[in-house]
């Protein structure tokens, strides 16, 4: 689709790629793509300066070989700090709800595993490409003894269906990519081999048909309530310094 452009970001374990009107993050930490809080920093500019460029109509997230997101940095989620854990999993709340909110189209090349933060991710972007090959899916906080901060269970709220939630969040229920498709967390399920290349054939439909400002107008008004309730709910916590209770 045109010449592409690659550019290393910020963080080692993302780059960009720009293809026309869509501009595409490659997530690929050589391990599990786990949120640090210099990679939500990274993605969050991307999604910022998406938004603020007028020739950037739709942009795609997508995981490395096998993996979408396995959650957040267990380097800092297993040290016991409750400061740095409650700002790490507020950090990513705000990249959640700066992705739900973005004034473009987001699609999802969910190309493995999606777990805890990871599958938040994919309730954030507006649709959701996975691979039919083997892949964990879901929410697993409550069997990690964790309790899922209020942010994420709006958002999971709005977004999965309503006969898997209570199985989704309080069962922490995994699911393979064609389950995660009646639950709500993909919306399409492609041959493995073909998942970065659906999202990107998405992601230009949208960007060749969807007014911008329309676009972004609609979600404030779609949206807007989950936003602004989300939006409290983050900074409570940060204010709180409340991280998920173990």
Known sequence: ????????????????????????LHLDDGKVNALSTELIAAIRAEIDAADADP??????????EGKFCAGFDLSVMNTGDVDAISTLVS????????????????????????????????????????????????????AIKMVLPPW?????????????????LANA???????????????????????????????????NTLDRRAYAGTVRTLRGEVLATMERQIAADRESKSAPTH
Do not use: W
Request: net charge negative.
């Open 1 to 24: 689709m045109g010449d592409s452009t690659v550019e290393q970001v910020s963080s080692p374990a993302l780059r960009t790629e720009r293809l026309d009107g869509v501009v595409v």
């Open 55 to 64: 020739d950037v109509g739709a942009v795609v997230l997508h995981g490395r």
């Open 91 to 142: 950090d990513g709340g705000d990249l959640v709800r700066a992705i739900y909110g973005s004034g473009v189209p987001t699609v999802a090349a969910c190309t493995g595993h999606a777990l805890a933060a990871g599958a938040l991710l994919l309730l954030a972007c507006d649709l959701r490409i996975g691979g039919d090959a083997p892949a964990k899916i879901g929410m697993n906080e409550v």
């Open 152 to 168: 994420a269970i709006t958002i999971a709220a709005e977004r999965l269906s309503r006969r898997h939630l209570q199985r989704a």
């Open 173 to 207: 229920r995994l699911t393979d990519q064609a389950g995660a498709v009646d639950a709500g967390f993909l919306d399409e399920v492609v041959p493995a081999d073909r998942v970065l290349d659906v999202a990107i054939e998405r992601a230009t439909e949208m960007a």
